[in-house]
DNA sequence: AGAGATAATGAAACCGATTTCATCGACAAT
DNA sequence: ATTGTCGATGAAATCGGTTTCATTATCTCT
């Protein structure tokens, strides 16, 4: 006894409309080669069945997955997801899946084991990478795809690269704080061996060498919240106190400007803060911050697009570096002459 | 000339173990039906070829798809990605994969023709949807997968669904409210057709009720940033001005607060005002808001182990309320006796 | 008219695993 | 000694499409 309503196949569409499988495959995906008095005599076959096709035998057929898996660090990280939003789109309009794995989410020894499995061609056609703290060695090896680096890299790992210009932001930052009069900068950092942080220390750097002043100081943060709480406390620890402070990203400037807040110390007053990202709540702060904006969904769309264009004709070591922008908003002031 | 190194198949650790590919197929699967010492041959060819299995090619046969749909809202939102990641932590522990659709990303029109496509056996096994704005047509078809509510709800769509406690949650901020002496109590609302908006509606209507006081006036906003920071106008236009307001999500409280700061009205000293959601910028804002916590993470991971569960029993329409908590800040105080 | 090119189509091989079914040998029970 | 049971294994069918290759019909050109 079989299943009454079981869901038709392909040979069930062939049979109705007179035709062979092979004919209602090539209906289904290169019409043109089918005259038009059988491709319409198939499209009522599929109609009337209301066929749809197996997506997993056609891409066994096809040697391929039809998904993408993009690795981010941390899923909850709306900075993260905005770009998985502009992946999603691109990959959506070449009918591919967006397939999502949180990194930090098995603890450290287990991670790799974990990764590992996914990173393998019978998972996913491509692999676009947001964690530039995971192993290179995760990614060289056969069985890995072709594999997108964005917004973050992971140094010494070859292929295609999306970023935002962090250099030039955190130059412009830094430039911006300059014009205003501050002299005691710090760099409120991330992790010190985030790809992120490293560039913008240069932009920073870059900066202050050109105005013919010393390196600034940094405090190490981790992009959190909390962690730009917790770093107020060693800015007011410092002999001397800075009067501006350049964060990493707005999360952590904006957890800085409440551990200040809660110190007593005036923003922008006492002291000035630019951030890094523009993410939307930094425009409803109750100072709104002064950062570096750039775009994500579009930096997701990037690196969609160069990861299609990396599997058809694999490239070489391409770097997009997108362009980045000042905002600024009322966290920053003239340094007050005393 | 075939490429020299292809990746290994099963046939190819089969020879090298000098076994069928019958028999490798069972040590990766059901190890215990073979015996020791054939076992250890096949593993010690495994692992001499490198082999990893094809997952095409295994789904294809046992008649799944691997992976889990995600229907989200809006990826963006901090809020979601959350949820997603609790999904993606227990989906990950089976063994399966995330995938992950924004359904607000196509013109509405086009939206239901291309999440038609998705939803389909041979796409994903399981469907979670945290968007109730969908319409239930789209999952009441004999090709759409299990389908699991979680969050938001479809009016009519069977299932089971995990929600957390809306209407108890806000019967608790309006509670708390009027026992600070609040009479004149504003709720700022999502989407009037929102579920989430409608249960939470009930429970203000629960706590007024209960204190003889009538329904409360509201404004509906979009869960958003900016529609918070714009219902602060229709707050202050309204011909008495509330001294407390309710607001469906964080999002939009803070928006509020912004707004109102502007204006020059205070929190809480003018106005107080609970949120909803416990996200983590509630507790840096300058003025920590006063919310009912959530745990999205825990109700990601409740939606992910009842989809299992009903793919192996379709079970009837359950449903998981989990608890909330009011988190009492600095956003609320006693109403000022003038 | 005949040769050659072209278009449309179907039969069958193929993608790479799993699973059914049959076989064989070892061992226990009668 | 014979039968039955059980465990381990391999041959072959199977999942549901796509694609190659061969065949036939149609058309063009000399």
Same mark, same amino acid.
């Given at each position: 006894?079989?299943?009454?309503?079981?869901?038709?196949?392909?040979?069930?569409?062939?049979?109705?409309?007179?035709?062979?499988?092979?004919?209602?495959?090539?209906?289904?995906?290169?019409?043109?080669?089918?005259?038009?008095?059988?491709?319409?005599?198939?499209?009522?076959?599929?109609?009337?069945? /209301?066929?749809?096709?197996?997506? !997993?035998?056609?891409?066994?057929?096809?040697?391929? $997955?039809?998904?993408?898996?993009?690795?981010?660090?941390?899923?909850?990280?709306?900075?993260?997801?905005?770009?998985?939003?502009?992946?999603?789109?691109?990959?959506?309009?070449? /009918?591919?899946?967006?397939?999502?794995?949180?990194?930090?989410?098995?603890?450290?020894?287990?991670?790799?084991?974990?990764?590992?499995?996914?990173?393998?061609?019978?998972?996913? +056609?491509?692999?676009?990478?947001?964690? /530039?703290?995971? +192993?290179?060695?995760?990614?060289?090896?056969?069985?890995?795809?072709?594999? $997108?680096?964005?917004?973050?890299?992971?140094?010494?790992?070859?292929?295609?690269?999306?970023?935002?210009?962090?250099?030039?932001?955190?130059?412009?930052?830094?430039?911006?704080?300059?014009?205003?009069?501050?002299?005691?900068?710090?760099?409120?950092?991330?992790?010190?061996?985030?790809?992120?942080?490293?560039?913008?220390?240069?932009?920073?750097?870059?900066?202050?060498?050109?105005?013919?002043?010393?390196?600034?100081?940094?405090?190490? /943060?981790?992009?959190?919240?909390?962690?730009?709480?917790?770093?107020?406390?060693?800015?007011?620890?410092?002999?001397?106190?800075?009067?501006?402070?350049?964060?990493?990203?707005?999360?952590?400037?904006?957890?800085?400007?409440?551990?200040?807040?809660?110190?007593?110390?005036?923003?922008?007053? +006492?002291?000035?803060?630019?951030?890094?990202?523009?993410?939307?709540?930094?425009?409803?702060?109750?100072?709104?911050?002064?950062?570096?904006?750039?775009?994500?969904?579009?930096?997701?769309?990037?690196?969609?697009?160069?990861?299609?264009?990396?599997?058809?004709?694999?490239?070489?070591?391409?770097?997009?570096?997108?362009?980045?922008?000042?905002?600024?908003?009322?966290? !920053?002031?003239?340094?007050?002459?005393?």
């Amino acid at each position: 006894m079989k299943d009454p309503v079981a869901t038709p196949r392909i040979h069930d569409v062939a049979r109705l409309a007179g035709v062979s499988p092979a004919t209602v495959s090539r209906v289904l995906s290169n019409p043109s080669i089918v005259s038009e008095r059988t491709r319409a005599a198939v499209e009522k076959a599929v109609e009337e069945t /209301g066929y749809t096709i197996n997506l !997993t035998a056609r891409n066994l057929r096809q040697q391929q $997955v039809g998904a993408v898996l993009a690795l981010v660090p941390n899923l909850a990280n709306p900075f993260f997801s905005e770009i998985l939003a502009g992946i999603s789109e691109t990959l959506r309009a070449e /009918g591919l899946s967006l397939l999502v794995l949180d990194t930090r989410q098995t603890d450290p020894g287990a991670a790799g084991r974990g990764l590992q499995a996914y990173l393998n061609r019978s998972r996913a +056609d491509g692999v676009i990478v947001l964690d /530039g703290s995971l +192993d290179r060695s995760l990614f060289e090896h056969a069985a890995c795809p072709p594999v $997108v680096q964005a917004c973050e890299w992971i140094d010494g790992l070859h292929g295609p690269r999306v970023l935002a210009d962090n250099q030039t932001g955190a130059r412009l930052a830094v430039e911006h704080l300059l014009a205003l009069g501050h002299r005691r900068i710090l760099h409120l950092t991330g992790p010190a061996s985030n790809s992120l942080s490293v560039s913008r220390a240069a932009g920073v750097a870059e900066a202050l060498e050109a105005a013919g002043l010393p390196p600034a100081p940094r405090i190490e /943060g981790a992009f959190s919240l909390g962690s730009g709480h917790t770093a107020s406390a060693g800015v007011l620890s410092l002999p001397e106190r800075p009067t501006a402070v350049f964060c990493d990203n707005d999360e952590m400037a904006i957890g800085l400007m409440a551990g200040l807040r809660a110190a007593k110390i005036r923003t922008p007053e +006492d002291i000035s803060i630019v951030g890094f990202d523009n993410i939307e709540m930094s425009a409803y702060v109750s100072v709104p911050l002064t950062t570096v904006r750039q775009k994500r969904a579009h930096l997701g769309r990037r690196a969609a697009e160069m990861l299609l264009a990396h599997r058809e004709t694999p490239s070489p070591d391409t770097e997009i570096i997108l362009p980045v922008e000042l905002v600024i908003r009322d966290s !920053t002031t003239a340094l007050r002459k005393d």
